[in-house]
């Protein structure tokens, strides 16, 4: 078994490490050269990738470290000055792309309970993709770097609370409010907790790991990991807990020297993840449903962003800003997949939706 995940990953690593060379000399996006090999690693061609879970667990550390490196450049200070535009543009673009999204499938003849699965699917952003993209080009700093990563944090929250109460409907209809009251406060009290911890004993406790570089890297993976478990447990995803993992260590005199520690495991696991997204995406009865994806993917690719320039450009930013924040989410997220996924095993909707969403 060990034997067989060794030689896959290193297959996965050649395919990959070939297919990058070209995205590279083509000058695009790496994140393009790991897909690529993702679906040509797949089961529609070379069918390399098998161990699921073990290509799962890497994907889910990049995704953890990711996040976590991008909390720790969240210091308090940047949250006060992006803190009022991401909650406006998050939630805006979220009531706007579904409104819009839900008339669409309305028009192209989707059901409604379909059309209302579709409008909340296009809604949300990868912050993945996004956070990867801001980090390759150095933007994480830049005005529209903050903003887009404070505004993916709101869609995260919202996503996260739609993934719970959906599981609920399909259960139960009259415990929607309890459930919601009940995920409110478990947040709140988790991050209460959170805060606590990371004012009075983290500083203590990365004071004491930082007497030896081994295990300063060590005590940084331990809190990204326990917290990221804690919030799964408190049925919260993990990319939450991640991400607020780092953001109690925004402010510790040792967050540069541990980011430059992580970098290489986070690009490493990152790269599995796209691997593992590449791999997973479902190329069947396409002829049937060309014109949705079609109509779908015009609308994420010029109406999301058009509808954060307006947004951001009536809150007083400048078209530039508000041009390279709108661009950012120009794609949908894994969360999208998810929700459908949810919505099929709940028996809301048929399997057939997605595809459609998968190849958007």
Do not use: C
Not at 139 to 149: F, L, M, P, Q, T
């Amino acid at each position: 078994m060990v034997e067989s995940i060794f030689i896959e990953l290193g297959l996965i690593t050649v395919v990959a490490l070939i297919i990058t060379s070209i995205t590279v000399k083509l000058k695009q996006p790496l994140i393009i050269g790991y897909i690529v090999s993702g679906i040509i690693l797949g089961p529609n061609l070379l069918n390399i990738t098998r161990s699921n879970d073990a290509v799962s667990a890497f994907a889910q550390m990049g995704v953890i470290f990711l996040l976590f490196l991008v909390g720790m450049s969240l210091n308090p200070k940047i949250i006060k000055d992006v803190g009022k535009v991401s909650l406006v543009t998050g939630l805006g673009q979220i009531i706007f792309t579904s409104l819009f999204g839900f008339a669409i499938s309305m028009a192209l003849g989707f059901s409604m309970v379909v059309s209302l699965y579709l409008a909340i699917a296009l809604t949300f952003s990868s912050t993945i993709v996004i956070m990867k993209i801001l980090t390759d080009k150095e933007d994480v700093d830049s005005v529209y770097g903050k903003i887009a990563i404070g505004f993916l944090i709101v869609q995260d929250i919202v996503a996260m609370i739609l993934l719970l109460v959906t599981s609920a409907l399909g259960t139960d209809f009259e415990s929607i409010g309890l459930l919601s009251l009940t995920v409110a406060l478990k947040l709140l009290l988790a991050i209460i907790i959170l805060g606590f911890l990371g004012y009075y004993l983290l500083p203590r406790m990365m004071k004491l790991a930082a007497r030896s570089q081994e295990y300063l890297l060590l005590a940084s993976i331990g809190w990204a990991l326990i917290v990221a478990i804690v919030f799964h447990q408190l049925d919260f995803s993990m990319e939450i807990g991640a991400l607020l993992a780092g953001i109690a260590l925004a402010t510790s005199p040792y967050r540069f020297e541990i980011s430059s520690k992580l970098k290489p495991l986070r690009d490493f696991f990152i790269f599995m993840f796209f691997i593992l997204l590449g791999s997973q995406m479902v190329f069947t009865n396409i002829s049937e449903i060309i014109l949705p994806v079609i109509i779908f993917s015009a609308f994420i690719l010029i109406g999301n962003p058009i509808i954060v320039m307006i947004i951001m450009g009536m809150l007083g930013y400048t078209k530039k800003n508000s041009f390279l924040a709108g661009l950012t989410v120009a794609q949908i997220s894994e969360f999208s997949l998810i929700y459908i996924a949810l919505g099929i095993s709940v028996g809301h909707i048929g399997e057939e939706v997605l595809p459609l969403v998968t190849i958007i």
